[in-house]
Structures are given as structure tokens and as C-alpha cells.
């Protein structure tokens, strides 16, 4: 069970754009070994999908509740998916 994958689309709103949310996020994800990507949305939200073990997940969309020090998150939504390892690597986008 420990091993079961998942992929979960993100999507963060709240004061996440201009405070390093990204970045931040990209070397967390690399951090707990996951693959995916983040992008600053047009309408002032960060998006992201992360995708590998599901306690990493997990783990990772707890850490966007909070996001980094000058983030201030209003709501976090994730979507889980089917992982579909077409994913290399973490990227900012």
C-alpha cells in the first residue's frame, strides 16, 4: 500500500503569486522525490500536478496549505487523477 502512486492536479489561491510559491514548491517536490510541474495562472492562482507515491502527494498538498513565508493561501483544491508517468523531472512552467 505504501507503494501506490497518485497524481493530484492543485490549484492554490490566495496572495500565491510574487512571494518565490513556485520555486519554493519546485524544490519541495524534488525534495520528496515527485514529479510534476507548477505555473502561475492568469487569475493570480498557482496550479501544479505532482505525481508519485501517495503519502508524497499527500504530503505535498499539505505543504501548499501553507506555502512559503510570505504566502498567504486562501483555499487549496486537488483533483486526483490516474498517475500516468508521463512525467519526468519537476518543472516550473
Known amino acids: 500500500m505504501q507503494d ?8 492554490v489561491t490566495g496572495r500565491v503569486q510574487g512571494v ?4 519554493t514548491a519546485r524544490r519541495q ?3 520528496l ?3 510534476g ?5 492568469p487569475d493570480g492562482a498557482v496550479e501544479a500536478v505532482f505525481e508519485g507515491p501517495s ?6 498538498i499539505r505543504w501548499c496549505e501553507q506555502g ?3 504566502a498567504a493561501v486562501e483555499n487549496v483544491e486537488a483533483d486526483f487523477e490516474t498517475p500516468r508517468d508521463d512525467l519526468t523531472g519537476f518543472e516550473v512552467r
Not at 4 to 11: D, F, G, L, P, S
Not at 20 to 23: K, L, P, Q, V
Open 4 to 11: 501506490e502512486r497518485e497524481r493530484a492536479h492543485v490549484r
Open 20 to 23: 518565490f510559491f513556485r520555486d
Open 29 to 31: 517536490a524534488e525534495r
Open 33 to 35: 522525490g515527485l514529479s
Open 37 to 41: 510541474w507548477v505555473s502561475n495562472s
Open 55 to 60: 503519502e508524497r502527494v499527500r504530503e505535498m
Open 68 to 70: 512559503p513565508p510570505d
